[in-house]
């Protein structure tokens, strides 16, 4: 099988890494990729989002399926494009077509499926420039801290958490205006909801599904989650106070009816489906849902899967996931993130990186790399995840903050206290 995978994170090199392993696989191509996939695949340097030039690549080179890593290009419609055109419509893309990627596209559209099929999840209104007056209204209906999201996507950084009433109407306000562009013409405005948050991970062919594993990930920059937010700072699966009976209650209460509220309202879904979830005196309710695996959920999930991925991932494309055998490790797998000095805000690329041939007992990948002549260097606020396996939490974590020590670029900052609400 040909594969041709979209991204360039650590995400994408967690997927190269297990895809490399299946026997399925005769090439792998990555586009854009990083120095991580460079070692075990080839880089194509297309951009996810230029679909035409994707299009002329897989038939070019005979490409039999396409792994979706982004969110981006799903919610742009690839998977449409892809069965609008009679050249390429056979190729099968792992990944929900546009009015599935509305699930993560859209926060409203998520929060009236969720509402119309019973999925716990927080009370909300959604606001506009016309019904501005209404968004006051509610929000004092409501106790703080007030929250706020963009009901498109803002890369990660359309969700504002208020405590001052009258601060959460003024910044309504400014986002209906566009301060996070288009993302918030319209702007969801949901009840707060406290607990202890965790993730599930499914994958579907839109009948029938197989639940990967949870993983807790830690967004902020600072120790004892304080500071900015990130893209993500390191993650464990499995998560500690995700116990059996919890973990039935998101089976019932929540995957089920997600993935039969898809059947219902007829919306094709073939791909991945990240629940961000709230546990809350051990009943879970639904923050988000994303279209696409996490990151770096991704990296302490994949390396769990004993399947072949590729396998499961064909059977998804013939509907046909029911028919697959399916195995997780139980051993726990935590991962560190390393990130360039200043991050999330301003910082330098370009950074030479050494020692990663030194790490040992863990699984390193790449997310923000590339090449300068022969050196691998920084290229992004998050370089590189630390991926450990360990027969307890902490056996895992130790592996990944020695190696997170060892590996060296100018700048190199990691949060040193992963875990640490799960002890």
């Not at 039999?64 to 609008?84: C, Q, R, S």
């Not at 209104?125 to 929000?139: C, P, R, W």
């Not at 629940?275 to 005196?281: A, V």
């Not at 390393?338 to 699984?363: M, N, R």
């Amino acid at each position: 099988m040909k594969v041709l995978l979209l991204g360039s994170g650590g995400r994408e090199h967690a997927f190269a890494w297990k895809f490399v392993q299946s026997e399925k696989l005769e090439k792998l191509y990555v586009a854009p990729g990083n120095a991580g996939t460079a070692a075990i695949a080839e880089n194509i340097d297309i951009n996810p989002n230029d679909f035409a030039k994707i299009k002329d690549f897989v038939l070019e080179k005979g490409i039999n399926m396409v792994v979706v890593g982004p969110e981006d290009p799903l919610v742009n419609g690839i998977h449409d494009f892809f069965l609008a055109d009679e050249a390429i419509k056979s190729i099968p893309v792992i990944g929900p077509e546009k009015l599935g990627a509305q699930l993560e596209g859209s926060k409203d559209f998520s929060k009236e499926f969720m509402f119309r099929h019973d999925i716990p999840t927080a009370k909300y209104k959604s606001i506009t420039s016309e019904n501005l007056e209404e968004g006051f209204t509610f929000l004092e209906s409501l106790k703080a801290p007030y929250v706020l999201k963009a009901d498109g996507l803002a890369a990660g950084k359309g969700v504002l958490i208020i405590s001052d009433l009258n601060e959460a109407k003024q910044s309504l306000k400014e986002m209906i205006e566009g301060m996070f562009g288009d993302a918030s013409s319209t702007v969801v405005i949901e009840e707060f909801l406290a607990g202890i948050e965790l993730s599930v991970f499914v994958l579907t062919d839109g009948k029938n599904y197989k639940t990967l594993a949870e993983a807790k990930d830690y967004k902020r920059i600072g120790l004892g989650d304080t500071g900015l937010n990130t893209g993500g700072m390191g993650a464990i699966s499995p998560v500690p106070f995700a116990t059996a009976d919890f973990m039935q209650k998101v089976e019932d209460r929540v995957i089920v009816p997600t993935i039969e509220g898809l059947q219902k309202d007829n919306i094709p879904y073939k791909g991945f489906i990240f629940i961000g979830l709230m546990n809350i005196g051990g009943d879970p309710y639904v923050i988000e849902y994303n279209v696409r695996m996490g990151d770096p959920e991704t990296e302490v999930i994949i390396p769990r899967i004993k399947s072949d991925l590729l396998e499961l991932m064909e059977a998804v494309s013939k509907q046909e996931l029911d028919k697959v055998h399916f195995e997780m490790d139980d051993r726990t797998v935590t991962t560190v993130m390393l990130v360039a000095g200043g991050y999330p805000e301003a910082y330098e690329k370009g950074k030479a990186i050494t020692k990663l041939d030194e790490v040992e007992g863990s699984i390193v990948f790449h997310a923000g790399t590339s090449f300068s002549g022969d050196d691998i260097v920084t290229n992004g606020g998050r370089v590189i995840s630390v991926s450990s396996y360990g027969d307890t939490m902490q056996s895992a974590l130790d592996k990944s903050f020695k190696n997170a020590e060892l590996i060296n670029f100018e700048g190199k900052y990691y949060r040193k206290d992963i875990g640490f609400d799960l002890k």
